[in-house]
């Protein structure tokens, strides 16, 4: 792969319970909402479950995921094509950690910062209706 070995753990809060960051985070519709414009493969549907491979294109650039891990509280996925890395999630009451790390030309801090931010607005909206 080329590009640079990029790593960044990242923790927020929300105004979310467990719950609702477990949907949020394991969910295919509603992580279609929340990470628009990533778009997703057909095959990203639900149950999620370890060993699951499914693709999302940002444009042009294609991330391929298998999730390797699936608990209650995080999920790990390993990236392949845009991103040779992993990304975990750890959620509670309350907050949310993103950890992401791998070797890509693609400016994963910002994706990352960016991704947060849009799952604390969603779950912001949805709070309120």
Do not use: C
């Amino acid at each position: 792969m080329f590009g640079i070995y990029q790593r960044s753990t990242l923790r927020i809060e929300i105004d979310a319970t467990v719950a609702q960051l477990s949907t949020g985070l394991t969910d295919p519709d509603q992580l279609r909402q929340w990470l628009w414009p990533q778009q997703f493969s057909n095959d990203f549907q639900s149950p999620l479950k370890v060993g699951q491979t499914f693709s999302s294109y940002v444009g042009p650039i294609r991330l391929d995921h298998t999730i390797e891990e699936l608990a209650d509280t995080s999920i790990r996925f390993l990236l392949h094509r845009g991103v040779d890395g992993f990304h975990e999630w750890h959620w509670g009451d309350g907050w949310v950690q993103s950890r992401l790390e791998g070797v890509s030309t693609l400016p994963l801090n910002i994706a990352q910062t960016t991704s947060l931010l849009r799952l604390q607005l969603f779950l912001s909206i949805q709070n309120r209706q």
